[in-house]
């Protein structure tokens, strides 16, 4: 998509956030016009026959390939196995029915999306799994010099939206994680304008994990998600997400 923007055969792409790296600046000569506004940030357990997460038995097989979300199931669930399942959401759902697995964790907006909701047998809370930086957010990616494609997707972007990922993309920045690296982390915008940001950062294996929270007035989004990466880098960041194959 980068190649297509910068050599004019497209004037604009649309990305997942989540899937965009983070620890190097987007390529030179484009930017982000805008960010729509947010979906839902939780996973949903996907179980053919309705049970919960804690319902599961020992030696249940869960089907995912994030290692956000294995990290997460080593800390919370260490009796459930995770097995590797990539693919769109509706070929691993094709992959659930075939047997592969006994579940899947799916993002409650990719549920959505695929118009199949009702599939969720459970909605999990963001402290039980903690989202990934960038969770449920389109960015519009443009050329940095096109201002007329600019100017018209911008009235389509969602100041929530711009803070709190601007927020995550700074932490994830700061830190230097990248697709290996089992991060975590989520703002929420509040009614008065304050901007809450928490954050994880995990092992693989869960046997390690750094937490930290903070919040910071409405106009300092990139200035929290410095603060909260020192905070971790404080904590061992920095040789946790080294010791990680890139």
């Known amino acids: 998509m980068d190649a297509a ?23 030179a000569g484009t930017v982000f016009a805008a960010y729509l506004k ?6 949903a357990l996907v179980h053919p026959d309705g049970l919960a997460l804690d319902q599961l038995p020992a030696g249940a097989r869960i089907g995912t ?4 979300r294995v ?31 006994d579940a899947l964790l799916l993002a ?37 010099g096109d201002s007329a494609t600019i100017e018209a997707v911008a009235g389509l972007g969602d100041a929530d939206a711009w803070r709190e990922t601007t927020a995550e993309r700074m932490l994830l920045h700061v830190l230097q994680g990248h697709c290996n690296s089992p ?35 409405p106009l300092a989004p990139a200035t929290l998600g ?5 905070a971790l880098l404080r904590q061992g960041a920095r040789e946790l997400i080294d010791t990680i194959p890139h």
């Not at 399942?85 to 592969?100: F, I, P, S, V, W």
């Not at 954050?199 to 903070?214: C, N, S």
Request: charged residues 25%; negative net charge; proline residues 6%.
């Open 5 to 27: 923007l910068l050599a004019g055969e497209a004037d604009l792409a649309v990305h997942c956030v989540k899937d965009v790296p983070a620890d190097l600046p987007l390529p």
């Open 38 to 43: 947010r979906d839902d940030i939780r996973d």
């Open 65 to 68: 390939s994030s290692v956000r």
């Open 71 to 101: 990290a997460q199931l080593a800390v919370s669930q260490p009796h459930l196995t995770c097995v590797p399942m990539r693919g769109n959401a509706n070929r691993r759902l094709e992959k659930l029915a075939a047997g592969d697995a």
């Open 108 to 144: 409650v907006s990719v549920l959505a999306r695929i118009g199949c909701p009702e599939l969720a047998s459970e909605v999990l809370s963001v402290e039980t799994m903690c989202p990934p930086i960038g969770a449920g957010v389109l960015g519009l990616q443009c050329r940095e």
């Open 183 to 217: 991060i975590a982390g989520y703002v929420r915008a509040e009614r008065d304008g304050r901007l809450s940001l928490r954050a994880r950062v995990f092992t693989p294996d869960g046997k390690t994990v750094l937490d930290a929270h903070e919040w910071a007035g």
């Open 226 to 230: 410095t603060s909260l990466a020192v």
